[in-house]
Structures are given as C-alpha cells and as structure tokens.
Nanobody
C-alpha cells in the first residue's frame, strides 16, 4: 500500500527556515507528480506546491512563491519542501501527496495517496 510519510515539521520563528521531507513507502514515485498541501483548523486543505514526475514543471501557490521550493529525489522515493522567510500565516499541518498522474497538479482531487501530515508552527 502506497503511503507517504512526512517529517521535518516543528516550531520556528518568523523569518526562519524549515525543510520538510516526504518518503513514499509501498510504491515508487518516479512516474507520478507529487504535491504539498496544508491545512489549518476550520479551513479547507489548500495547495502549496507541486512537481511533475521529471521535475520539469513546478507550481506554487501565490502565497509561497519566491519563499518555498519543491524538489524530488526519485531513486530515494522522496520529495522535499524547502521553506524560507517563514511567516506566522504559514502555520499549518503540511501534507505530502502522490498524484494519480504525471503532472504538477494544483488540485487536491488529482492526488490519491496522502500522508498523515506534519505540523509547522511559525511564531512571531
């Protein structure tokens, strides 16, 4: 069974950096797009970043452009999210997901396998 597993979350001050990692167990990622989403209490899950299977295409939410970078290591079955210049409003549970297709989709419906999430808290 395909299962993404996130790590790297934590507490950081505003302006700081974190690197989230996601390893996908039970299946490979080389043929599939991968994405990061986030959710805060009372709100719907929102798109953060996505990367196509070959890393040739990357998409970012406007709110994170220029601050976050998504990357992947297909042989290691891993995806990363480098987060810089963090803001208090970046506080959320961050989820890694594997897409059903090869593209860097921004739509959560395009993803079929989700991790349990990792908490990121940015303090002022």
């Amino acid at each position: 069974q395909v299962q993404p597993v996130e790590s790297g979350g934590g507490l950081v001050q505003a302006g700081g950096s974190l690197r989230l990692s996601c390893v996908v167990r039970g299946g490979d990622i080389k043929m599939w797009g991968m994405g990061w989403f986030r959710q805060t209490p009372g709100k719907e899950r929102e798109f953060v970043a996505a990367i196509s299977r070959s890393s040739g295409n990357k998409n970012y939410a406007d709110s994170v452009k220029g601050r976050f970078t998504i990357s992947r290591d297909n042989p290691q079955n891993m995806v990363f999210l480098d987060m810089n210049a963090l803001k208090v409003e970046d506080t959320a549970v961050y989820y890694c997901a594997r897409a059903r297709g090869m593209y860097a989709s921004t739509n959560s419906d395009a993803y079929g396998w989700w991790g349990q999430g990792t908490q990121v808290t940015v303090s002022s």
